[in-house]
C-alpha cells in the first residue's frame, strides 16, 4: 500500500523540519519526503493542507491492565484509545495479574498487541520478581523477548541494594531502569499532595520529599553503577534540580512528566469536592511545582511527556477519596491538553511539542519511529490546530473514564493515525 | 409546622457557612436549651419525622447526643454503628446511600472516619445530611457547640483570643472551630508539638504557636484537644509521660492567660496526658457545659434543617 500526504505541515524535529511539503509511505516506511510528490498509479491521496503531520506519536507510560484486570482495559481498548488519542505507540507498564516479570508474559502481551493493529504495543518488564522488591526478576530473558525497559511501576525499588544491582545488570542488555520514585516510608498512608489543602481537608499527605529523597538516592546509585534511569512522573521542583544536576554531571538520566501535573494542582482536590479523579500518584503538587515543571519543559530538562494512563472500573473509582485506586487516563486527552495548554499557551513551539511526544520517547527507549527520515517506519500522526474539542469520558475509547479534564474545552486534537503505512480506524 | 428560615439542605462544613447562618443556630438553641431543664424533656417539633444516625466510626458521646436531640423534638430514630451496618459486609458507600434512600428518612446524620463521606452521601441523597464528623476534616456541630459555650460565658465571639491546643493535625474538632471562630472574628492561635503541626496550617488564618505557655498567653479561651493516641504511629511523641511534661495544660501553664479565661475540651479526655485534672476539674472548665450545650445545638441544627425553607420559596 503507498499513500501520499499532501499539503501538511510537516513538523519533524528529528530532522529540524517544520514546514508545508508532501509525505511518500509505502511498504511500511517513509519513501520520501519533499515537495510537490506526483501521485504515481495506485497511489492513495490525502490532501492535509491546513492540517498538521508528525512523526506518531508515543506515550511510554501507560497501564493497558491485560492480562488479569481485563475489567479496567484490555490491550484492545487501550490501543484503541492510543489511536483516537493519537498515538501510534504505547509502552505498557508491568503490573499486571500476573506481573510481566518472565518471558511468558511478555510473550502473552505481544502476541495480544498483535492480533490488534490499532497502535505498537511495547512491554515493559518488572525489575523484581511479582513487583516484591526482593529478587531481581529475569531481565535478560525479558529483554530477549521484547521488553523496552525494566520498571515496578506503581511500587518504588525500596532496597538501595537491589536498585544497585537493576542499574547494573540492566547494563548488559541496554535497558532503561525506570523507576517511580517513592519513599514509602514518607508516603505513608498519604493520599494527596502534603501542603495547605491536605492540612484544610484533613486527607494525609504525600510530601513532596518522598519523592525526591528516593530520586537522590537513586542518582547517587547511578554515578555508581553508570546504569540508564528513567525517572517516571517527575512532580517536583525538587527532584527536576537534582535530574538536572545530575544531567549536568553526564550521567545518564532521562526523565517524563504527565499532562495533569503540568496542568493541575493539590487545589482541583478540593475545587472538585474531593473526585476520586484528581487521586494519583504521585499527586498533584502545588503551584510552585507546576511551574518549574513548565520551566523545565521549555528549557530541555525534561525529556518527554507521558500520560500514566491508569485506567480503573467507575465502580472502583466512585467510592470514599480514601479509599480509591490511584490513576487517572491520559491517552484520550493528551494531545488536546498538550496543543491548548503548552502549544497556544506559549509555553512550548510545537515543534519542541513533537519532540517530547515522540522523537525523545524513541530515542530514550530505543523504539522505531520518532522520524519521517525517508526509510524509518511510516508511523504518522495528523493533527487539527484548529479542532474545537469538548473532553467527554463517556466517549472514550479505553474502558475507563477516570479524567478530571472532563468538561475542559480545548483547542486543537489528533484527527488520524497512520501505522506502518496503513490508517488506522479505532 | 411553620418553615424555618434555615435553606440549606445539608451541613457539611463550616467552610462556607455564612455568619448568619451561624447566628440563627446559636439562636435556635438557645430557645432549645431550656427544654433540658423540663420535667418532661420533649418538645413535638419533629414528631412523624425520621432521622437515621450513621456511625461508621465508634462514636459515644455524639451520637448519644444526637439521638437525645432527636428524642427530644419527638423525630423517630434509628441509629447503625460500623459494627451493624451492612458496610462490614462489603457493601459500597453509594449502594448503602442508595438503601437509605428508599427507607424515605427526612434527615441523616454521618460519622465517618474518611474526610467527604458526608458530602458524597449529600450529593447522592435527597433528604438533608448532617456531619458528625468526617476524618480529620470536619465536625460541624462540635464547633457550633464549642461556640455556643464561648458566646454564654462571654457574650461575645468577636475579639475573643482563643487558644486550640494539641494534636491539631489529627483534628476535626480544630478545622471546624478555625473556620468559624474566625467567620465570627475571634482570633486564634493553634499550638502543639511540631511533629503533629499540619504544613500549611497559617494558610487557614491562624497564628502558630509551638509552647502551651505562648498559646494561652492573653487567652479569653483555651480549647484543648484529644491526642488521639489511635491515629498516631510511634513516631509523632515517644511518650505520653513527656507529651504531658512538654504540652498538657496545667494550673502553672494557665497563668499568663486571662483572669476570666475558660478552658473547652470536646472529649473524650486523656487526663494525664493533654490536660491535668485540677485544670479539668477546676474553676475555669466549661467542659460539662459543652455537652449539655451539644444537645441543643444538636436539637437546633436537626430542627433547621429537617424544616428548612425550600430554596427559593
Known sequence: MTLLLRGARIVDPSQDLDRQTDLLLADGLVVQLGDAIEAGEGVEVMELAGKVVTPGLIDVHTHLREPGQEHKETIESGTRAAAAGGFTAVACMANTEPVNDNRSVTEHILSEARRHSYARVYPIGAITKGLRGEELAEIGQLSAAGVVGISDDGRPVESAELMRRALSYSRHFDLPVIQHAQDMALSGSGVMHEGAWSTQMGLPGIPGVAEDAMVARDLLLVELTGGRYHLQHLSTERSLQLIQEAKGRGLQVTCEVTPHHLLLTDEAVFESGMSTDTKMNPPLRQESDRLALLEGLADGIIDLIASDHAPHHPDEKDCEFSDAPFGIVGLETTVSLCLDRLVAGGVLTLSRLIDLLSCRPAQVFGLEGGSLKEGSAADVTILDLEAEVTVDPRSFLSKARNSPFGGWQLKGAPVRTILAGRLVEP | ?313
Open chain 2, 1 to 313: 409546622m411553620p418553615d424555618t428560615a434555615w435553606q440549606a439542605k445539608d451541613l457539611l462544613t463550616i467552610r462556607g457557612l455564612e455568619k448568619g447562618q451561624v447566628e440563627l443556630i446559636l439562636d435556635t438553641a438557645e430557645s432549645f436549651r431550656e427544654v433540658a431543664s423540663r420535667p418532661i424533656k420533649k418538645v413535638p417539633s419533629l414528631r412523624g419525622r425520621t432521622l437515621l444516625g450513621l456511625f461508621f466510626e465508634p462514636s459515644t458521646r455524639t451520637s448519644s447526643s444526637f439521638e437525645i436531640a432527636a428524642k427530644r423534638l419527638s423525630a423517630d430514630w434509628v441509629s447503625f454503628s460500623s459494627a451493624s451496618s451492612s458496610l462490614a459486609k462489603g457493601e459500597s458507600l453509594i449502594d448503602t446511600a442508595r438503601n437509605l434512600e428508599a427507607m424515605a428518612p427526612d434527615l441523616v446524620v454521618v460519622r465517618h472516619g474518611h474526610p467527604g463521606v458526608p458530602r458524597m452521601l449529600a450529593e447522592r441523597l435527597g433528604c438533608s445530611v448532617v456531619n458528625a464528623g468526617d476524618g480529620a476534616h470536619e465536625h460541624p456541630t462540635q464547633a457550633l457547640l464549642d461556640a455556643f459555650t464561648i458566646r454564654r460565658s462571654k457574650g461575645r465571639l468577636e475579639g475573643l483570643e482563643v487558644a486550640i491546643i494539641g494534636d491539631i493535625e489529627h483534628s476535626r474538632v480544630a478545622r471546624s472551630n478555625i473556620h468559624l471562630l474566625l467567620l465570627m472574628g475571634a482570633r486564634v492561635t493553634v499550638a502543639g508539638p511540631r511533629p503533629m503541626m499540619p504544613l500549611g496550617i497559617e494558610q487557614m488564618g491562624v497564628e502558630v504557636a509551638f509552647s502551651t505557655e505562648d498559646a494561652v498567653r492573653d487567652a479569653d479561651v483555651v480549647m484543648m484537644l484529644r491526642l488521639q493516641l489511635e491515629r498516631h504511629g510511634a513516631t509523632r511523641f515517644p511518650s505520653l509521660r513527656e507529651y504531658f511534661e512538654v504540652f498538657a495544660l496545667t494550673e502553672k501553664r494557665l497563668a499568663g492567660a486571662k483572669d476570666d479565661v475558660i478552658i473547652l475540651h470536646p472529649g473524650p479526655m486523656n487526663r494525664g496526658v493533654e490536660i491535668a485534672s485540677e485544670v479539668a476539674d477546676g474553676p475555669y472548665s466549661v467542659i460539662l457545659e459543652q455537652v449539655a450545650n451539644g444537645v441543643a445545638v444538636r436539637m437546633a441544627v436537626l430542627y433547621l434543617l429537617t424544616l428548612r425553607r425550600e430554596e427559593g420559596e
